[in-house]
């Protein structure tokens, strides 16, 4: 998903290198060339200004330009600003002794009930015992979608009925989980292709009634820069905790990914990274830093 924000930047840090001194001239082309590069990338105009602002600040005040190793000095700045752009220290979803129950939100076609089977695959192999709930009250298709991730992965799913009203559900999830321990419930939503009024009311009741310990808002890395606008709706209407990035495979150009954190100030707790069931990983902001910057 990066490989062309990744070379372009390589190419303007590398201009810096195998130089004595550097002058102010040199480093202010060097910082709109990122500057160019982060927009091409489909950065949000916002966090490029800004984040070109943050790096030229520290360079100057880290006297970078009386420097003997410029380039390098650049780099460190960049792969700092960077990991702090990406969210800085990795965060992972608060996990409790036992009582957790997370609420997965998102457009349809963000991977948010691939994401529900991969939360489940994953806490599974950590000794957990994951509960799925299928909790799209209008789509029986969506609730047999995760029915069948629920078994592969080998963990139970509780489904609702069509239109249930949200007490029923926690009344029958209660019930269940007398009789079954499971200490992580992870309830996959309604998704529509665009948001709207409805779907937005019946989420905020659903939660309301369910009273996760986690919003977890699943975002598709691939849609670009309209995906962040989505993402503040769900959170203002719905109240999020954290995000999960999904599609890092896919071949858009990163923008989302990039601007995710500082757009949203939510934590990116996940990233997906294959179609497949595996395809899930804890995000580290420092990591893809370093991949990026190579
Ligand atoms: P939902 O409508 O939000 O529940 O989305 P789905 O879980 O049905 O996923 C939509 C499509 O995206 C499916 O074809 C998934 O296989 C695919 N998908 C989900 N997550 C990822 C991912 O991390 N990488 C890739 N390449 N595809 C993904």
Same mark, same amino acid.
């Given at each position: ?41 489909? @950065? ?16 100057? %005040? &880290? ?9 390098? &000095? ?14 800085? *220290?990795?965060? &992972?979803?608060?996990? $409790? ?6 609420? #997965?939100?998102?457009? &349809? ?7 529900? =089977?991969? +939360? ?8 957990? $015992?994951?509960? #799925? ?19 592969? @992965? %080998? ?21 269940? +989980? ?5 200490? #992580? ?21 659903? *939660? ?8 977890? #808002? ?5 849609? =670009? ?9 769900? !959170? ?7 995000? @999960? ?17 500082? @757009? ?14 595996? =395809? ?5 902001? !420092? ?6 910057? =190579?």
């Amino acid at each position: 998903m990066f490989e062309n924000l990744s070379r372009r930047l390589r190419e303007s840090l590398d201009k810096l290198r195998g130089r004595g001194r550097i002058t102010e001239a040199d480093l202010k082309q060097v910082m709109r060339e990122i500057r160019m590069s982060l927009l091409e990338a489909d @950065v949000n105009f916002e966090v490029a200004k800004a984040f070109v602002a943050r790096v030229q600040e520290k360079a100057i %005040g &880290q006297k970078v330009l009386e420097s003997l190793t410029p380039a390098e &000095q650049v780099y460190t700045i960049v792969y700092n600003e960077l990991t702090d752009l990406l969210g800085g *220290k990795a965060v &992972q979803p608060e996990l $409790r002794h036992e009582g957790n129950l997370w609420f #997965l939100v998102g457009l &349809q076609g963000s991977g948010k009930t691939t994401t529900a =089977g991969k +939360l489940a695959r994953y806490y599974k192999s950590k000794g957990r $015992r994951p509960l #799925l709930v299928a909790a799209d009250t209008q789509r029986p298709a969506a609730r047999e979608q995760l029915r069948i991730l629920g078994e592969r @992965v %080998g963990v139970p799913v509780l489904e609702v009925a069509d239109n249930e009203p949200p007490e029923v559900t926690a009344q029958r999830l209660k019930d269940h +989980l007398k009789t079954d321990y499971r200490d #992580l419930v992870i309830v996959d939503t309604a998704g529509r292709l665009q948001i709207d009024e409805p779907l937005m009311e019946a989420l905020a009741r659903q *939660k309301a009634v369910l009273n996760p310990t986690e919003t977890l #808002l699943v975002v598709d890395a691939m849609t =670009g820069q309209e995906a962040l606008g989505v993402s503040k709706t769900f !959170d203002e209407r719905i109240g999020v905790t954290g995000l @999960v990035l999904t599609k890092l495979d896919g071949d858009a150009r990163g923008g989302a990914a990039l601007s995710a954190r500082f @757009v949203t100030g939510k934590p990116i707790y996940f990233a997906g990274t294959s179609e497949k069931l595996e =395809g899930l990983e804890p995000f580290y902001p !420092d990591r893809l830093a370093q991949r990026i910057l =190579g």
